[in-house]
Nanobody
Framework: QVQLAESGGGSVQAGGSLRLSCAVF????????MAWFRQAPGKGREAVAT???????NYADFVKGRFTLTKDNGESIMYLQMNSLAPEDTARYYC?????????????WGVGTLVTVSS
């Protein structure tokens, strides 16, 4: 059984930075897609960044150049470094995983961590 636990959310002013962490409990090897999603108040959930089974990362256009996904395999932790934050980045951020390709519904989800960006 895989469990994911996010941390690192908080309140920050526009232009600031935060680093989110996702601790992975259980076996998640290289055959898993790992991802960050977010859901803003009153909006649907959207993918922010993914790491595929080859270790390649992909980003949503609205975070390219500002957010960076990394994974520390030794510590089983995935990070999302968020720079140049803007009020529209305010959302609950979730980490997620599924076995195989990133082209499919995620199977495992954390409970999320809240990020609030003020102008």
């Amino acid at each position: 059984q895989v469990q994911l636990a996010e941390s690192g959310g908080g309140s920050v002013q526009a232009g600031g930075s935060l680093r989110l962490s996702c601790a992975v409990f259980g076996y998640v090897g290289n055959g898993y897609c790992m991802a960050w999603f977010r859901q803003a108040p009153g909006k649907g959930r959207e993918a922010v960044a993914t790491r595929d089974v080859q270790g390649n990362t992909n980003y949503a256009d609205f975070v390219k150049g500002r957010f960076t996904l990394t994974k520390d395999n030794g510590e089983s932790i995935m990070y999302l470094q968020m720079n140049s934050l803007a009020p529209e980045d305010t959302a609950r951020y979730y980490c997620a995983a599924r076995y195989g390709s990133c082209n499919g519904e995620m199977k495992y989800w954390g409970v999320g961590t809240l990020v609030t960006v003020s102008s």
